[in-house]
């Protein structure tokens, strides 16, 4: 009897432990570690690519937020040369999302003249880091959030010129959040503070005039 016992007492804890094994992938009894997104911005900008904005990648706004993308350059002058480039992308609105525009990205870079705010219209995150650029001098803060927007800025080592680029949530942007912003803001740093001439423009920021009919300077 004793023999029976034992025999039976392993049986059902063999079942047992067959059981919670294969409950543990069940939903709420178990706590799967999510798997890492990769960034979809490379960063290195390819010069070979279409700049709508100049010094911005389109391949980068469409690894981002797709072929549906709309891409808007901006621009600000000081003594009739351009001292600060913008860029807009507007997404197709998400009617499943509660949004009252459909403003994806938005980019700016230039001079720090004064009265400059570098973080203007930056989506406001809560999470800080900090970032550098192999190469080049200069401090670089990112901000994430948990809701899917942020925001990353670099300041060239002179402190006087600088980028700063903005996603905001709810846009279905793809691939990694802070990856994206780090390394959108690591691929204009040639022609952000070592004075190259960005694709797009006739000469370096500083130095060149505006090379197309449109759009009106940004106020």
Known sequence: MEHFRSVFSLAVAAVLCTWLAACSGLPGLSDPTPTPTAAVVAPTASLDGQFTCPGVPDDAVTAMFGPSASISPGYSTRAGYLSQLFCTVIVPKNPDITS???RALTT???QLDEGINPWADAYDAPIEDTFTVEGIGGTGTVYTSTEGGGAASFTCEDNYHYV??????GTGMRGDLKANLINLATSMTPWVCQG??????????GQAQWPHPTPT???
């Open 100 to 102: 009252r525009t459909g």
């Open 196 to 205: 190259h001439t960005a694709p797009g423009l006739p000469a370096p920021i």
């Open 164 to 169: 700063t680029v903005s996603v905001y949530p």
């Open 217 to 219: 300077p940004t106020p």
């Open 108 to 110: 700016r870079w230039g």
